[in-house]
């Protein structure tokens, strides 16, 4: 024989094909116990999303305070209603002023930051590095307590 022929001519062409049969139940090619692992794997990434979301929201990067008079603030978002604001930092007249844009949750602490738009107020906020999506806020910096100012014809009021 030579080689052609060999390639051409196979002892399996003479012998019956075997057919085969469907399995019952199932369809051919269906990948068997698939599902399972699938919503496994979305659970345990689900998981660790949530538990990082909750790590996050409880620990703050940093804590301070900040003065200066309320300009803007209003409530906003799609889904997630959040209270946004800006606060004018004042440091020098005649000096270009520097802006500090916040976002709280507490509707208390809103409620008081509106009663002083306008005004000089001290804002106590957190920082909040690591959260995923805007829903949280549109920014880093969660104010949590509004100390207002004296105005300038009131006497300041004893420490308590």
């Known amino acids: ?5 060999f390639l051409c001519y196979s002892h399996n062409m003479n012998q019956p094909s075997v057919m085969h ?9 269906r990948p068997r116990g698939f599902l399972l692992p699938l919503l496994a794997v979305m659970l345990i990434a689900g ?3 949530a538990g990082w979301c909750m790590l ?3 620990w703050s990067y940093s804590d301070g305070e900040r003065a200066g008079v309320v300009q803007k603030f209003s409530r906003s978002g799609w889904l997630c209603k959040t209270w946004e604001g800006e606060l004018n930092m004042v440091v020098l007249p005649g000096a270009l002023p520097e802006k500090f ?3 709280t949750w507490d509707d208390a602490v809103a409620a008081a930051i509106n009663r002083n738009v ?6 106590r906020y957190e920082e909040k590095v690591g959260l995923p999506g805007r829903c949280f806020g549109d920014t880093r910096f969660y104010v949590t307590k509004v100390s207002p100012f004296p105005d300038a014809g009131e006497a300041p009021s004893a420490p308590r």
Do not use: Y
């Open 1 to 5: 024989m030579s080689q052609k022929r």
């Open 21 to 29: 049969r469907r399995p019952r139940g199932g369809a051919i090619g």
């Open 47 to 49: 998981v660790i999303v």
């Open 56 to 58: 996050m929201w409880k």
């Open 101 to 103: 844009f916040f976002t």
């Open 118 to 123: 306008g005004r000089r107020v001290a804002l």
